[in-house]
């Protein structure tokens, strides 16, 4: 059974920080892409952040230069530095994964939610 376990969200002032961490499981996570996408309310859920197998990482335009993805496949946990952050980056963080190749997102987390206040 695939579990991807979001951790890290809460309340911030703007130009703040928050680290988000995803623990997975029942995959075999190093062959697998992760991603991180949010929603706000009233919005389409969006791109954040992906990262492949590979370590080749790809970014929404309005979090490039603020934010970070990476990877650690022992632990099997993927993990999104925030910084700079912005009131309109307030939603809820959603983990993926896929397998490499696939072209949708084939599982997703619960979400954690992020609230960045003004």
């Known amino acids: 059974q695939v579990q991807l376990v979001e951790s890290g969200g809460g309340l911030v002032q703007a130009g703040g920080s928050l680290r988000l961490s995803c623990a997975a499981s029942?995959?075999?996570?190093?062959?697998?892409?992760m991603g991180w996408y949010r929603q706000a309310p009233g919005k389409q859920r969006e791109l954040v952040a992906t990262?492949?197998?590979?370590?080749?990482?790809d970014y929404g335009d309005s979090v490039k230069g603020r934010f970070t993805i990476s990877r650690d496949n022992t632990k099997k946990t993927v993990a999104l530095q925030m910084n700079s952050l912005k009131p309109e980056d307030t939603g809820v963080y959603y983990c993926?994964?896929?397998?490499?190749?696939?072209?949708?997102?084939?599982?997703w987390g619960q979400g954690t939610q992020v609230t960045v206040s003004s």
């Open positions: 990262i492949t197998r590979g370590g080749s990482t």
């Open positions: 029942g995959i075999f996570f190093s062959i697998n892409d």
């Open positions: 993926a994964t896929k397998r490499w190749g696939r072209e949708v997102w084939e599982y």
